[in-house]
């Protein structure tokens, strides 16, 4: 009696005809090509649904309610805080909008911030993303250049979103995108470019198709190290973008607009109420047209906020009160090596005195105290001690010992 032929259950192909079988239940076999062939079936299937769960109206989270979630996170900043908490609430809605017989669309608002370094920009955007249920990321302008140049594509802003959304497209078409350092990629020089300006105006000119909403396509692996990927089309036109940027030197824009506008003595009393040390509160759009950024790019970007400046009280609160308080973390590090760690008041009161000296903002608050601990850092887990106080003599000894002068911006 001849042997019985094994036969794939799925294509009928005998074991002669492929590789080797995978063996089931009641004999049920099948071949190593169908099984690839499942497997690819099953990965289409999966990506074409998306993660993103479906929003409910009483599931977005209030204007308010998001500004206390940041509130609990970042010290002041109450007019950014708010102007974001709209903007946010408002993306939610609209990605819930149903279409009606009322012919009116609501359109995307892209926010600007304004600020100096170390107020707190990019904090609000990175802590505004642990409350979002939709895809978000945050880019570095700086490294942008028109395509054909050394550098990143435009299009890569949006490589990123896709890693983060798993590359669910449907869920990165809903994202939000945060474009750090803005300001970097002004204009070099008052007038339109007539050569390439390849880092400057030219990077302006490819987000505007971002910013508008437009069918982007998308290197999935990040363009030019790989040109024989297949491109991934996204749609923009839902993509919320926050941009922020320091602008160092637009106060002087501002105060010149400011003082074109004073005619006469009596309009000259008014400039008494200018509060000076802090002119980003005057800023409008025609200043980041005066600092380099094209019209129709500020034109995308409707609504207009700044960061105030951080005054010595704000930064005593920023040390120790926020939930992720630069204190409270050292503290952290310390206990998991069972180490108690204590500032004494004159400590912290120090460390904020050197960071306006230094004029580095919240930012200079973390190289400080890092200054001041670094070498407990290095030496106590290896010892016996449970407890650590940081007094100020031992404070001022470490900053002086140390060449602070490399943090100092003139």
Do not use: W
């Amino acid at each position: 009696m001849a042997k019985q032929l094994r036969r794939c259950s799925f294509c009928g192909r005998t074991e002669s005809q492929v590789d080797f079988f995978i063996m089931g239940q009641d004999n049920v076999q099948i071949c190593n090509e169908c099984a690839i062939q499942a497997a690819e079936i099953v990965k289409e299937n999966t990506e074409s649904k998306s993660k993103l769960p479906h929003l409910q109206k009483e599931d977005i989270p209030k204007p308010v309610e998001i500004k206390k979630y940041l509130d609990q996170y970042v010290i002041g900043q109450d007019e950014a805080k708010k102007f974001l908490s709209v903007a946010v609430y408002n993306h939610y809605k609209r990605l819930m909008q149903e279409k009606t017989n009322d012919d009116v669309e609501i359109e995307k608002s892209n926010i600007i911030m304004v600020g100096s370094t170390g107020t707190g920009k990019t904090l609000l955007a990175r802590t505004i993303a642990k409350k979002l249920h939709v895809p978000f990321t945050i880019v570095d302008a700086t490294v942008l250049t028109e395509a054909g140049y050394v550098g990143e594509d435009i299009e890569s802003i949006l490589t990123r979103l896709l890693q983060v959304a798993d590359y669910d497209v449907k869920a990165a078409e809903r994202g939000i995108v945060f474009i750090d350092e803005i300001d970097k990629i002004a204009r070099k020089g008052d007038n339109p470019s007539i050569t390439r300006d390849v880092s400057g105006e030219g990077v302006q000119q490819g987000l505007l198709k971002l910013l508008e909403g437009s069918v982007v396509n998308v290197p999935p692996q990040g363009g030019r190290k790989h040109p024989e990927q297949k491109m991934i089309p996204v749609n923009t036109q839902n993509i919320l973008f926050i941009c922020g940027g320091a602008f160092d030197g637009i106060e002087k824009k501002i105060a010149a607009r400011l003082n074109t506008r004073v005619v006469g003595y009596s309009a000259a009393l008014e400039t008494d109420y200018i509060d000076k040390k802090n002119m980003l509160q005057y800023i409008a759009p025609q200043d980041l047209k005066s600092f380099g950024l094209i019209p129709e790019i500020i034109g995308r970007l409707p609504i207009l906020t700044y960061l105030e400046p951080l005054d010595r009280v704000a930064l005593r609160k920023i040390l120790t009160e926020p939930k992720n308080s630069i204190t409270k973390q050292y503290v952290k590090l310390f206990k998991m090596d069972h180490i108690e760690l204590i500032f004494e008041e004159e400590v912290l009161e120090y460390i904020v005195d050197k960071a306006i000296e230094f004029k580095l903002g919240a930012r200079g608050l973390r190289s400080i105290t890092e200054t001041i601990i670094m070498d407990k850092m290095y030496e106590m887990p290896s010892k016996n001690e449970k407890k650590l106080v940081i007094n100020l003599e031992y404070a001022r000894t470490k900053i002086e010992k140390a060449n602070m002068n490399r943090l100092k911006i003139a």
